[in-house]
């Protein structure tokens, strides 16, 4: 992977949120293309519960101050940094107080999902994008992990299909367990079409719960792994019959060759 840019984009990572699946990986990966001589960036969004101090954030003032409209919205994009402590990685934070202040990550304390996520998940893929064109990095794939991402395959394909710094860019969405019931909110969809999204493309987030959020991700994505043993049914067979490249699941005590491989042979 020597010299390959790998632009990697979480809705959680280890160290700044507790380990589960999804941040994990979202650490595991990318240090592993990193060893392996590879650029990357990583991105995710800044939870009011990361110890800023504590992982040692700063603003980055020439990225920071654009705002990004967000169903018709202006909303201030606020871009902070840290650096993974011995890994030498750089970690890009998506921030906005209106949507990013709060003291957790997806609910509140009765763990009712934020009636706000499917506007968060706008404003971060919205949020990276940006960023990465003011950066004028341009990644040879983008690697999406978690449902708070998953908008972002999608805004890649419409939103941003003009953009020739993008022309070259693949896209890999990794695939995880179900983790979260009920559904956001029922507008996403309207707020996606005044994007300039079709309809037709993303007609699965009428019913804009986890399943579908990931099979319109998968829809609009290059390659697809599935990055847990816990994958329902449902989901595994429609990533099947996809006509995606994809790679089933491989335990993390081999994944490395085979994600390797994947990026290499499948996707460059």
């Known amino acids: 992977m020597e010299d ?8 959680e990572v280890v160290p700044y949120l507790a380990e589960n699946e999804v941040s994990i990986m979202s650490y595991d990966v990318p240090k592993m293309i990193n060893d392996q001589g590879g650029q990357i960036r990583i991105f995710m969004p800044r939870y009011g519960n ?33 650096s993974i402590p011995k890994e030498r990685i750089q970690v890009y934070f998506i921030d906005n107080d209106e949507y990013f202040k709060r003291k957790a990550t997806f609910t509140d304390e009765d763990g ?35 449902w708070l991402a998953s908008l972002l395959p999608i805004y890649m394909k419409h939103y941003y299909k003009d953009e020739a710094l993008f022309s070259e860019t693949k896209i890999i969405t ?6 979260f019931d009920g559904n956001l909110d029922s507008e996403l969809l ?20 986890y399943e579908n959020l990931i099979m319109s991700a998968v829809k609009h994505s290059d390659g697809v792994i599935i990055a847990s043993d816990k994958v329902s049914s449902s989901l595994t ?11 089933p699941f491989i335990p993390k005590e081999e994944y490395s060759l085979h994600y390797t491989n994947f990026y290499k042979k499948t996707l460059l």
């Open 112 to 146: 009712t999902l934020y009636p706000d996520n499917d506007e968060r998940a706008i404003f971060f893929a919205k949020g990276v994008v940006e960023t990465v064109k003011k950066l004028n990095w341009v990644p040879d794939i983008i690697h999406v992990h978690g």
């Open 4 to 11: 390959k840019r790998i632009l990697y984009v979480s809705s």
């Open 174 to 179: 990794s695939v995880y367990a179900q983790s």
């Open 237 to 247: 067979k429609f990533i099947e019959s996809s006509g995606k490249p994809f790679l």
């Open 190 to 209: 309207s707020k996606v079409k005044f994007d300039g999204v079709p309809q037709e493309a993303v007609s699965e987030l009428e019913v804009p719960n």
């Open 50 to 82: 990361i110890n800023e101090r504590r992982h040692q954030l700063h603003e980055v003032i020439r990225l920071s101050g654009m705002n990004l409209v967000v169903n018709d919205l202006d909303m201030p994009l606020i871009i902070k940094v840290a």
